[in-house]
């Protein structure tokens, strides 16, 4: 189906945390990396060279206040042309030498496509509701910090967009120092030790965002009565504490 502005914004505070500044020339080029866009998507607009995609993501420019404007957990500048679009810091604009970084542990990561048709198919019940439960979890954990910011623009359930193309399930903040965290949720029904899976994107993500990425492991859950508990997995834990069994394998016929 044919992808509306008001759809696009997740991906957009995804591209931007993660790439720390992006003109809106190189955001149109993303998302059309991360999405799988429809044959309407793609239709060749009246007396242009570009297609009603582009027109789109041009509308998120169009239709966001003059100047510089702080929206939906990122900066857009429309005095520069073309557009930037800023990822926040606490209180201001992200440094050069941050979106350096950013870049350059993104160029290592390379997210699948986000088709929609299959999205809301691949999501199990009891994983979807685990993550429901742990992104709650999360506000809450930073309201009773008394955080200096908006935690519904900066708690995203990402997963919902993407699938588990990103990496990760939940976008947010450690609390008051406004660093990125980047989470990845593993529900059980069992005990805290009860064996969870991973598969190879979100063991990579995690490895190349060890600064800023945890498991959030959500255990003795009950979804009926939407009660568990969560313990938090770093990546040094991770690699100390846990053993990765290989289960599967990709099976490809040879040339």
């Known amino acids: 189906m044919p992808i509306s502005e008001s759809a696009l914004h997740p991906y957009i505070k995804g591209l931007v945390e993660e790439n720390g500044r992006l003109t809106v020339t190189e955001l149109n080029h993303l998302l059309r990396e991360l999405l799988v866009l429809d044959p309407d998507d793609l239709t060749i607009l009246a007396g242009r060279k570009d297609d009603k995609f582009s027109q789109i993501v041009r509308n998120v420019v169009a239709h966001a206040p003059e100047g510089i404007s702080d929206r939906r957990g990122y900066i857009l500048d429309k005095t520069k042309k073309p557009a930037v679009f800023y990822a926040k810091e606490l209180s201001d604009i992200i440094t050069p030498q941050a979106v350096r970084e950013r870049k350059e542990k993104r160029k290592s990561f390379c997210a699948r496509k986000v088709d929609f048709r299959t999205l809301n198919i691949e999501h199990s019940t009891l994983g979807d509701a685990g993550e429901i439960f742990a992104l709650e979890w999360e506000r809450t ?100 504490d846990y053993v990765f069994n290989p289960i599967t394998y990709k099976v490809t016929k040879k040339a």
């Not at 989470?183 to 063991?203: C, H, L, Q």
């Open 141 to 240: 954990r930073l309201k009773d910090l008394s955080v200096p910011f908006d935690v519904s623009e900066e708690v995203i359930h990402f997963s919902r967009q993407y699938g588990d193309g990103s990496g990760y399930d939940i976008l947010s903040r450690n609390g008051a120092d406004f660093a990125l965290r980047y989470i990845e949720v593993k529900t059980t029904k069992g005990a805290f030790d009860t064996p969870f899976y991973m598969s190879e994107n979100e063991r990579a993500f995690i490895e190349i965002y060890k600064e800023n990425a945890v498991i959030y492991r959500v255990y003795n859950y009950n979804q009926s009565t939407n009660i568990g508990e969560i313990k938090i997995i770093t990546y040094d834990e991770l690699m100390s």
